[in-house]
């Protein structure tokens, strides 16, 4: 068992050196056997609200992204070797969920960009400016996903949901 902790903290070590954190995108419900991989602007706070609600909670929607609120708890919460044993036993729901690309570009934009001049002071702007000086080397915030969350193919699931109604907005 100890090897196995040892070997996710190796795998978040070098998650964290390549600027992704998995804590800020992984919810862990250990007692559901739930573990969600939070995409920002793929309805993640319409399905924070919903694990909140499996852990028997009502949050105001203003609060869903405070774990405090919801009972939702990142990795380092559980515990390594307690979060190694959820992400590696077949009876536990891995999921998260994806989005049109173009979607999400025009969601991210309507989020932090709309009404706002492109000038520096911004934190998102001035992220923005710095990735076009630096001749366009994306930030990890923009690497494509498998780079920054490696994914087995034959442990690894996907649903494919088209024509989906109601509103998948986050």
């Known amino acids: 068992d100890m090897l196995c902790v040892r070997a996710v903290e190796l795998f978040v070590r070098v998650l964290g050196a390549g600027g992704y954190d998995p804590d800020a995108h992984i919810d862990v419900l250990p007692q559901q056997r739930l573990v969600y ?42 515990g390594m070797s307690t979060f190694y044993r959820l992400v590696t036993s077949p009876g536990t729901l891995r999921f998260s969920f994806v989005r049109n690309p173009y979607a999400r570009l025009v ?3 309507a989020d932090k960009y709309r009404d706002k001049p492109l000038v520096p002071g911004d934190s998102f702007i001035d992220q923005y400016l710095k990735y076009r000086r630096d001749d366009g080397q994306a930030p990890h915030c923009a690497m494509p996903q498998p780079y920054l969350v490696p994914v087995s193919p034959i442990s690894s699931r996907m649903t494919q949901s088209k024509g989906v109604s109601g509103s998948m907005s986050s």
């Open 37 to 78: 991989v939070c995409v920002p602007k793929c309805a993640s706070t319409t399905i924070k609200a919903a694990l909140a609600a499996v852990a028997g909670r009502s949050v105001p929607p203003h609060r869903l992204h405070a774990r405090r609120h919801t009972g939702l708890a990142a990795p380092r919460h559980v």
């Open 107 to 109: 969601s991210a934009w």
